[in-house]
């Protein structure tokens, strides 16, 4: 093989993993690597204007397209800009490899300019790291990177390449395989534990499922639903696995958790069995562990054999791929009416429905008309915050890989950009930033790429004037001391769209809302809609901090 220097083989190894598409931004330590892309064809690099936001395209190109996303910064302040969105990559299990630029090898520990140890800064919060300082494993480091980014539980991998690296030369080929001593994810449940779990499930009588973003990441939807149906198991999901069970299905009982359905919750309180498929069990899911699902045998199924028992003891543990075992289960299970306990539920949503009230512009309504203008299609990111609440209430999911959202970490600033990764992942939906004004703020730079690149996000921002969560719990439980979060001096939203070029609208009364939403979804251009809500309006239902998750407040009818 010829010789050819580190970067060409950065772009053999990105071409030979399937990537098409890099989100970056330039620096010294990378122009080896961006000038290899001058005269390339078939991969695309997206300019974004900041590293946080070029991390958060990668990861919501990942999460849409079910491929790995690659991003791209230079040494010192741009990779250490990259580090949130490889915590929040990390904390939601998405694959992502990133690429870094580093100074020459003999300068590293020397604190040469623009220096900083990027894998040691992020070891913590990435599934793993390689810092390159021979060129000849550059190919064997990339392919490995991508092996580990994409298999078991999937996670952020970061490459860091010396700039002597880049422009250094070998003949060594780009391995064919990866083989990596050590790692050996494990996809095949036990089959005897997959027996046991299937016995469970036989012989309960108020079977619950509850469904982590696990099942999205394995392709395993289908086969969740013909286990719910099978059984008759109702299904409740995380905010990771919105749209991973049909939420228009009678078996379907939304979200749990902090901010889910009042129904899903007493489910989760008064089930004998509960099914945990690729969920970790987290704080805003369980409350007050000590009484989380009290009268429930908690069977958990996941790929990483380190979530299970971590936050909840487990009695029926199965480790392995969502899709392996939920098949090996389906086979074993046996048909149930369990026609009590679905009554049970029924009453409970009869009587506890989501619910909001009063007059003005509601956030709760504008979601719901994004879902009946995009019927019911749109790819939705958001933000974090009240917004992510209400697209997660109130729009109605029914699609994996349809929700986009920082779910572990509670990434201010990723919705956007997460957006329109997604949007070059899936080029042809419709994809719907649901925003804050406070967090659209973080990363409103990017609409210059978004506007460039012809990326058709539209941005629906729900306008209160706060910084609306923190302002929701100092309502709550501080007295209506307002420190720090109203957003005074907040710019035209309308205005700084049309400056970068898109389009924009303000929408301040409710019969305003479906034709701005039909305009802006017609047009395959960037839309920016500012919809001024009502300022104190509250996301609801909420278990306080530290209750047990039926000791909710508030949004039921």
Request: aromatic fraction near 8%; include cysteine.
């Amino acid at each position: 093989m010829p010789d050819r220097n580190g970067a060409h083989i950065l772009l053999e190894a990105l071409k030979a993993e399937g990537v098409d598409t890099v989100f970056g931004v330039p620096g010294g330590a990378v122009i080896p690597l961006l000038d290899a892309f001058y005269d390339d064809e078939d991969l695309r690099f997206i300019l974004m204007r900041h590293e946080q936001g070029a991390g958060h395209a990668a990861d919501g190109y990942a999460r849409a397209s079910g491929k790995v996303g690659v991003c791209l910064a230079t040494s010192g302040p741009g990779a250490t800009n990259l580090v949130t969105a490889l915590a929040t990559a990390n904390f939601d299990s998405v694959p992502m490899v990133a690429i870094t630029g580093q100074v020459k090898t003999h300068l590293i520990g020397n604190d040469a300019f623009q220096e900083a140890d990027i894998t040691g800064i992020v070891r913590p919060c990435t599934k793993h790291t390689y810092l390159v300082r021979d060129v000849t494993r550059l190919g064997e480091y990339l392919r490995a990177a991508f092996h580990i980014a994409r298999t078991g539980r999937p996670g952020p991998v970061l490459v860091d390449i010396p700039v002597d690296v880049a422009v250094a030369k070998t003949g060594a080929p780009l391995p064919d395989g990866v083989d990596i001593p050590g790692y050996k994810p494990v996809y095949k449940g036990n089959r005897r534990q997959i027996k046991r779990a299937a016995q469970a499930i036989n012989a309960a009588e108020r079977p619950l499922l509850y469904v982590g973003g696990g099942v999205v990441i394995s392709e395993a939807s289908d086969l969740l639903h013909e286990v719910a149906v099978k059984g008759n198991i109702p299904v409740t999901t995380t905010l990771m696995a919105l749209g991973a069970f049909p939420e228009d299905h009678p078996l379907s009982l939304k979200m749990l958790g902090m901010h889910g359905t009042a129904y899903a919750n007493y489910a989760v309180q008064e089930a004998d069995l509960l099914i945990a498929v690729g969920a970790r069990f987290d704080d805003r899911i369980t409350g007050d562990v000590t009484n989380f699902a009290p009268n429930a045998t908690i069977l958990h199924i996941d790929i990483d054999p380190a979530s299970i028992s971590k936050n909840i003891r487990v009695d029926i543990p199965v480790v392995g791929d969502a899709s392996d075992v939920l098949a090996g289960l389906l086979s074993l299970m046996e048909h149930r009416d369990r026609k009590v306990w679905l009554e049970q539920i029924q009453a409970w949503k009869t009587e506890y429905p989501l619910a909001y009230k009063g007059d003005g512009l509601k956030p709760q309504y504008v979601v719901e008309q994004i879902c009946e203008a995009s019927r019911g299609e749109a790819i939705v990111c958001t933000e974090v915050g009240q917004n992510q609440m209400w697209a997660a209430q109130w729009y109605t999911h029914t699609r994996p890989r349809h929700f986009i959202s920082s779910g572990g970490l509670g990434t201010m600033g990723y919705g956007f950009p997460a957006a329109i990764g997604a949007q070059v992942g899936r080029p042809d939906a419709i994809v719907v930033d649901v925003a804050g004004d406070g967090s659209i703020q973080m990363n409103i730079q990017e609409l210059a790429p978004a506007v460039h690149e012809k990326i058709p996000v539209k941005v629906c921002i729900l306008n209160n004037g706060y910084l609306g969560m923190v302002r929701q719990w100092q309502e709550l439980f501080y007295d209506r001391r307002y420190s720090a979060t109203r957003l005074l001096g907040n710019p035209d939203f309308v205005a700084v769209a049309e400056a970068y070029g898109a389009s924009g609208v303000r929408v301040t009364r409710p019969e305003e809302v479906r034709p701005a939403l039909d305009r802006a979804f017609a047009d395959r251009e960037v839309w920016v809609l500012d919809f001024a809500i009502e300022p104190e309006e509250n996301v609801f239902p909420m278990v306080p901090a530290g209750e047990a998750i039926d000791r909710m407040i508030g949004g039921m009818a």
